[in-house]
């Protein structure tokens, strides 16, 4: 039997939940078999319907809000869709990644349903920030040491596998990544660190409640894999703590 879902934050009109690494949100042709899905676990625990109204790949984890009615469901859809929500992401990648970058590369969506090649490019950006990083005294390259970095990423637009695209392309993948990732690193955390998952986490959202405009702004921890490798590598300052907080709308009245 699953363990229930750890709930971030809920209210009459809205859930956020740790979605784990690995469960499908929902099912889609790409379930192929599988029988558990988050919608339908949160359903279950709750004992009432949910509406998801944004997405989160399979292999990342991290904070998911649902609608608990449909009437919420439209509003915070057009929130993520429009844009108007604040995402905050770690990720592990190889290399010692940049101080900081805005990634401005289009790219083409993956629906699974046509060839790449043929579909439209589309404009993406994320703005990406080296947090901290490690040097291991092991060979994996060609290189006597292997270096990794912990970094920030911040989407400013919602494409496919954005984030694991935009720093593969950079030079800097994701550990974990089977398929825009290099499978010798891969295989190194999986074999030797004990980490066999995407190590990417969706670690907090800020939004606008729909309800009575106050600024909810959630924060996700680490699962335990994660939160294991940061203790490892010296981290531990960077693990988001888990919370949310909601503030008042700003009015005149409280402006300077």
């Known amino acids: 039997m699953s363990l229930p879902l750890p709930i971030l934050y809920q209210d009459n009109d809205l859930v956020a939940v740790h979605k784990p690494s690995g469960l499908l949100v929902h099912r889609s042709p790409l379930a192929r078999g599988e029988t558990e899905f988050l919608l339908q676990r949160l ?33 915070l859809s057009q929130a993520f869709s429009e844009r108007h929500v604040d995402k905050r992401y770690l990720a592990v990648v190889r290399g010692i990644g940049p101080d900081h970058e805005r990634i401005d590369r289009a790219l083409r969506e993956e629906d699974g349903t046509r060839p790449k090649a043929d579909m439209p490019a589309m404009p993406a950006i994320t703005e990406v920030r080296r947090l901290d990083s490690v040097e291991l005294p092991v060979r994996i390259d060609r290189y006597p040491q292997a270096r990794y970095s912990l970094m920030e990423a911040t989407p400013m637009s919602g494409r496919r596998h954005q ?11 994701i550990i974990g990544d089977a398929k ?11 074999d030797q660190l004990d980490c066999d998952r ?11 409640h729909p309800r009575d405009r106050h600024r909810l702004h959630l924060c996700c921890p680490l699962d335990d894999t994660m939160t294991r490798l940061f203790d490892r590598f010296g981290w531990r300052a960077h693990l988001p703590r888990p919370g949310a907080d909601l503030t008042p709308p700003t009015t005149h009245r409280d402006r300077p």
């Open 163 to 173: 984030i694991r695209r935009h720093l593969s392309g950079i030079g800097y993948p």
């Open 180 to 190: 825009h990732g290099k499978g010798n690193h891969n295989r190194f955390f999986r």
């Open 43 to 75: 359903r279950d625990q709750l004992g009432q319907r949910v509406y998801p109204v944004h997405r989160l790949d399979r292999p990342t984890s991290g904070v998911m809000v649902f609608a608990l009615s449909p009437e919420m469901a439209a509003p």
């Open 198 to 208: 995407l190590l990417l986490a969706a670690v907090s959202l800020a939004f606008e």
